[in-house]
Structure formats: structure tokens, C-alpha cells
């Protein structure tokens, strides 16, 4: 992946699938003012060791206008665990407060330019890209963190204040391309899940 979405460029649209039966686009969130578009997935250790840190926040600014969806582009024939049917089943058992939707085309996260799962993008009320990157430096142990950068950018975007901090690096797993396995690195922590 070459490109990613630079701080003021526009959230590109989508219409994607999601495990409530319904399907979402962009329009479907315009009573929220913001918006977060995260990319995430079923299996990877450093979305389901965070995933609580991500509802806390999701539940923390609610009330205050910030919606959430979750996308998850990862190639199920990389990993059957990130299909559809894997999708709902992880809804139903953990009633996440976020759509989840599924990008099975990889085309959204290509016209977002997502690298790793969690890789989480604030929009605001323009629909235009305010903070990229992680929420907590060490996904894989939420409690070690001090700073949870996400919820410092979402704090200052409800607040009416600029992010102080617009981008930040994405800690995860890397995205799982179809047949492109080039994208899969060495070393990548779901290799060993």
C-alpha cells in the first residue's frame, strides 16, 4: 500500500455490508458530526487484546456526537476466521458499540489507505480527515498504556480545539490482501496466531 489518506482530505464513500443485515454508507451516519472509520478484523491479537479499550472509547464519546464503524477488509483466504459468517458471530457474542461492516472487495481500504489492523481515522463534521493512526501505542497490552492518542484527538475534536497530535503511527497486523502476499511481512504478529 503506497497511499494513505493525508490530514483535510475527504472521507472517500463506500457501501458496504454490515453483520446487523444492513448495509452503510457515509450518508448513514450524517446525524453523527464525527465520525471514526476504523480498519479491524476477527482474528489479529492486537484488535481482540484492545477491543475493550476501543468500546470504552466508542462509549465515552457517543454522547457527544462521534459515531463508529468497523471495517473488516482482511482476506478470508488468508485467514477463514475473518469472514462474514466469523464477522457476525463476534457481533453476537460481544455486542461491540460500532457497525461492523465487511469489505470483502478491498476497496475501501485501498481508497483509505489502511496499513494494519486497528488503523482508526477521525472525521469531522466536513467529513474531512482530522487524526490517523493508533489508539494506544501497545495494542497488545492496553493496561501499560499512559496516553490513549485516539481518545486525545477525539477529546480535543469535541472540545472545539485543533488535534494537537494529528498523526500517529498504526499498531497492529498488517493488512491481509488477496492474493497479494507480498503485503503479508515477515515477522507480522498474526503469523503466529
Known sequence: MSYT???GDAAP???LPATDGKSY???DFRESPYLVV???CNHCPYVTQSDETTRATAEKFAPKGVAFIG???NSEYTYQADDFEHMIERMRVHGFPWVYARDESQKTVADY???RTPHFFV???DRKLVYTGRALENPRRPDSDVENDLERALQELTGGKPVSQPLTNPVGCNIKWEGQLAHWMPGDAC???
Do not use: H, K
Request: negative net charge; glycine residues 8%; without cysteine.
Open 5 to 7: 489518506l493525508q490530514i
Open 13 to 15: 464513500d463506500f457501501v
Open 25 to 27: 454508507s457515509l450518508r
Open 38 to 40: 476504523f480498519f479491524t
Open 71 to 73: 471495517i473488516n477488509s
Open 113 to 115: 489507505g489502511g496499513l
Open 123 to 125: 472525521f469531522d463534521e
Open 191 to 193: 503469523d503466529l496466531v
